[in-house]
């Protein structure tokens, strides 16, 4: 059996480090917003290379408390792609404004800049960009159109840790960027996790007191604010595998590497180019018969996964805001995406089987 993912097999090799580290956790006694958190936080932004970072307890309320740190008008639109994971969507509700969808490229599955202009309004305040898969979205149009209107960008990096657009970071574009280490990323905790980046430090203040009740000091509450504080054990751990990201991704490249090399014409495979350096949180192929396909590959043994099966706005939860809206590029991408096992812990066999497999469909 190849499965799409096992989370005990990629966490194995830091088991040891794990072990000593909780043994010193529970030891000191400081469960929550202690050293762990701080210094996780200090690491995370050098890696990224920006000035600020703030532990959330997960990638959705990191996207919330951006928004909400940015004060915007009640009912404010926020541009983001229609085929993103539905939780892009949900934080631009949850912090009451309007998500606006656009449609993405067909061939990145990024969102479209040549598709952002024309949504723009005068209720339009924010562009949420979407990396997906782990590929950055075109930067480039996007800086420009939102220095031309205005507009704030807010970038979630759930799945491009390590990602670049020439040679530029995933979640050092805009004026803030979310960030989830759920348990499957490329760098993953043992469960939820969550960080804001900034290079605003007025924002890291905000940022900070709305985590933790809108106070910066026990029983004095500022604003009306949130528990949403990143778990000082779960940032011990992401301390010890972080070192180990850039492996990680490297191990990823080269399975993607094997895959685009070798499957046949019959698959569609994501588009490589020299501007982005792609982290494949997802390597995903798009097939017209893509439930067949599935099946047949468990017959044979072989796990995948779909990213994902139901656009957000054919979801029941949208269907009073989004429901009536139809985005026909992005509905072709649900229907036929299939993710293939790529995980750090495949090996290149793994992969030459899956492709042996693939080719014979």
């Known amino acids: ?61 990191a996207l919330i408390l951006a928004l909400w ?22 934080s631009i509700l949850h912090a009451g404004h309007i998500p606006v969808l656009v449609e993405p490229d067909i061939h990145t599955y990024n969102i479209d800049p040549s598709k952002v202009e024309e ?75 969550g960080a804001v980046l900034t290079n605003d430090p007025a924002l890291c203040e905000d940022l900070k007191m709305i985590r933790n009740y809108g106070s910066h000091g026990k029983y004095y509450n500022e604003v009306v604010g949130y528990n949403s504080r990143l778990d000082e054990l779960q940032a011990a751990l992401l301390s010890i595998k972080l070192p180990y990201l850039n492996f990680v991704n490297a191990h990823k490249r080269k399975l993607a590497k094997i895959y685009l090399e070798n499957l046949k014409s019959d698959f569609i495979l994501p588009v ?22 599935r099946a047949y590959l468990l017959k044979l043994g072989i796990g995948t996964e779909i990213h994902y099966p139901v656009p957000p706005n054919k979801q029941k939860a949208m269907q009073k805001t989004l429901g009536h809206l139809n985005f ?19 090996s290149e066999l793994d992969i030459e089987r899956v492709i042996d497999a693939l080719n014979a469909f």
């Open 272 to 293: 490589v180019h020299e501007d982005y350096q792609d982290v494949y949180h997802i390597f995903n192929i798009r097939h017209p018969e893509r439930e067949p396909l």
């Open 119 to 193: 949504a723009i309004t005068s209720k339009t305040k924010a562009i949420m960009v979407v990396h997906l898969y782990g590929k950055c979205c075109e930067m480039d149009p996007i800086k420009e159109m939102a220095d031309r209107h205005g507009l704030h960008i807010i970038e979630d990096c759930a799945q491009a840790h390590g990602a670049t657009y020439k040679g530029q970071l995933a979640g050092s574009f805009g004026i803030m960027s979310g960030f989830s280490f759920y348990p499957s990323k490329n760098l993953g905790a043992l469960g939820d996790a």
């Open 69 to 90: 740190a940015l004060h915007l008008p009640k009912g404010s639109e926020v541009i983001v792609p229609a085929n993103t994971y539905i939780a892009s969507i949900i």
């Open 1 to 61: 059996m190849i499965p799409y993912d096992d989370l005990a097999k990629v966490n194995e090799k830091y088991a040891l480090l794990f072990e000593k580290k909780f043994s010193q956790f529970l030891t000191k006694g400081w469960y929550v917003l202690g050293d762990a958190v701080k210094q996780f936080q200090e690491e995370f932004a050098a890696y990224q290379k920006m000035n600020h970072c703030v532990g959330v307890a997960n990638g959705l309320d």
């Open 328 to 346: 026909p590029i992005s509905e072709e991408i649900h229907a036929t995406t299939l993710s293939l096992p790529i995980s750090s812990c495949h």
